[in-house]
């Protein structure tokens, strides 16, 4: 690709192989692809968050399902065509590699007779790594020495197919079949009666890569009644071969502590990230479902030009750094306006912040509450402090400081304020049929705006089947107020703690 970051004058198409379902999975080049695209063509189950990879310009366009009539893919074609022609920068992302089983190869025909220029961007198939995910290497120095992908599908069993099963059905040592989980039966038959050995190990795992990951095995004379019992549908690989004997002993995904859990997070998207990947990180499925959205508010400039005549300034959250030293930039400044001023940070995360952008802390209470930094911070008798945070921060803080003769500023910064959210009757549902493990609370505002989406419900009946974790004491008395039984509580304040505290839970 092109380094420059300057468009191209003429329309190009990027074909992109997105991977298999983890999200993580795509390439550096794909994403560059995303990022730079004035239009995406993405296929129908992809992991839409790849999306979040693409500029608020660009246009998101479904591609229509070449399996459900066969002139859609005409119809794709012609979509790729028309927006090349008009001059755009079209990325076409589709499921695992776009030259394996990927109908890319058409695609790119069809660009090729229109004229217009594309570059093919090779994606990681679900046959390698829904195999590695479920602890099965293809090849193996003791096992396998060659490999096969074949599809499964329909036509590649009708007696004209060009596939090749009397040869195919041992010529090779591992055979990866695509989209075969319908014609399971026919597949086993037909290898069987060309020579494999009946009792050839088989595994199919489904949607490989994802914390849905299911794996059933068996051979080859066992696998269609296991499957059945299973009741385990598409999309799935079937891996053939004695590879599968390994699973037991690599198997590395579907083992982690949090696999197969459903966590919704509530917190505000900007900062749910690090919380998110933590979590995915112990094999959880994670629900972004956030409750809150941070609104800086306009404040009185004369907190930023008189700044240094403060002793203190308290910081009591990221977003107030963060949002703060905004506003010092806005008026062209930066943190030498600082001057003689100590600094308080509450929390890792704020002293984390403070430092990114060259402060350190003058002090870090080993507490969070509001009456105990209060408590702990040095003499401030006669002193003034300045307290940038949130509009709906509780009283304790300043009050605290006040009782001790300090003169506190008080500043609303910013406001958390309640988001629609246009999933909110599907998590409604999962979370009265039980289908969401555990909900997690990072502030008492997630807290209030979550129950207050779901006002046909008493809080203990919509969380009735469902765990509750919180951040610390103060989410955990809110929660409490509503008649929430809380069952993991953070040591400290942080998401790193919550997360230890989840994996130490009986979840």
């Not at 994606?123 to 992908?149: K, L, M, N």
């Not at 030498?336 to 870090?364: E, Y």
């Amino acid at each position: 690709m092109n380094p420059s970051p300057n468009k191209p004058t003429t329309g190009i198409v990027y074909i992109v192989g997105a991977g298999p379902g983890d999200k993580k999975l795509i390439t550096l080049k794909g994403v560059e692809c995303l990022q730079r695209a004035d239009v995406v063509i993405y296929d129908l189950l992809l992991n839409n968050i790849l999306l979040e990879h693409c500029s608020p310009h660009t246009e998101k366009i479904q591609a229509p399902d070449p399996r459900i009539r066969a002139t859609r893919q005409d119809e794709l074609n012609r979509l790729l065509v028309e927006h090349a022609k008009a001059g755009k920068v079209v990325v076409r992302l589709k499921g695992g590699d776009p030259y394996i089983f990927g109908r890319g190869g058409e695609e790119a025909v069809a660009l090729t007779e229109a004229g217009l220029p594309f570059e093919i961007v090779p994606g990681i198939t679900s046959a390698i790594a829904a195999s590695a995910y479920a602890g099965i290497p293809v090849t193996h120095r003791d096992y396998a020495s060659s490999v096969a992908f074949v599809t499964g599908h329909s036509a590649a069993l009708r007696p004209d197919s060009n596939i090749n099963w009397e040869q195919l059905a041992t010529a090779v040592d591992t055979l990866v079949v695509y989209m075969g989980v319908a014609h399971l039966r026919q597949i086993v038959e037909r290898l069987i009666a060309h020579g494999r050995d009946p009792h050839t190990p088989v595994s199919l795992v489904r949607v490989g890569t994802t914390p849905q990951q299911h794996v059933v095995q068996g051979t080859l004379d066992t696998i269609v009644e296991k499957v059945a019992t299973a009741q385990l549908k598409s999309p799935a690989v079937i891996v053939i071969g004695a590879v599968n004997r390994l699973r037991e002993q690599l198997r590395w995904f579907d083992t982690k502590p949090l696999f197969g859990k459903r966590i919704l997070v509530t917190r505000a998207r900007a900062q749910a990230s690090e919380f998110a990947d933590l979590l995915e990180a112990n094999g959880a499925e994670v629900i972004q479902f956030p409750t809150i959205e941070i609104h800086p508010l306009e404040i009185d400039s004369t907190y930023i030009r008189t700044i240094n005549a403060y002793d203190w300034v308290i910081f009591t959250s990221v977003n107030a750094v963060e949002i703060f030293y905004e506003c010092l930039q806005e008026n062209g400044r930066d943190v030498r306006a600082f001057g003689t001023s100590k600094i308080c940070a509450v929390g890792p995360k704020t002293v984390d912040a403070l430092n990114r952008i060259g402060i350190h802390p003058d002090f870090v209470p080993t507490h969070s509450r509001g009456s105990a930094i209060a408590a702990d911070i040095a003499d401030v008798s006669g002193k003034r402090i300045l307290l940038p945070r949130t509009k709906i921060a509780t009283a304790d803080l300043p009050d605290g400081l006040r009782e001790r003769g300090a003169h506190v500023d008080d500043v609303p910064l910013y406001d958390t304020v309640k988001v629609a959210r246009e999933n909110r009757d599907e998590i409604e549902a999962d979370l009265l049929n039980g289908k969401i493990d555990l909900v997690t609370f990072t502030s008492s505002s997630t807290v209030t705006n979550f129950l207050e989406m779901f006002p046909a419900h008493t809080p203990d009946a919509l969380l009735a089947d469902v765990q509750v974790a919180v951040i610390g004491p103060t989410t955990q008395k809110t929660a409490v107020a509503y008649g929430l039984h809380v069952n993991v509580v953070a040591k400290t304040a942080s998401v790193e703690s919550l997360v230890e505290a989840i994996l130490a839970s009986t979840l």
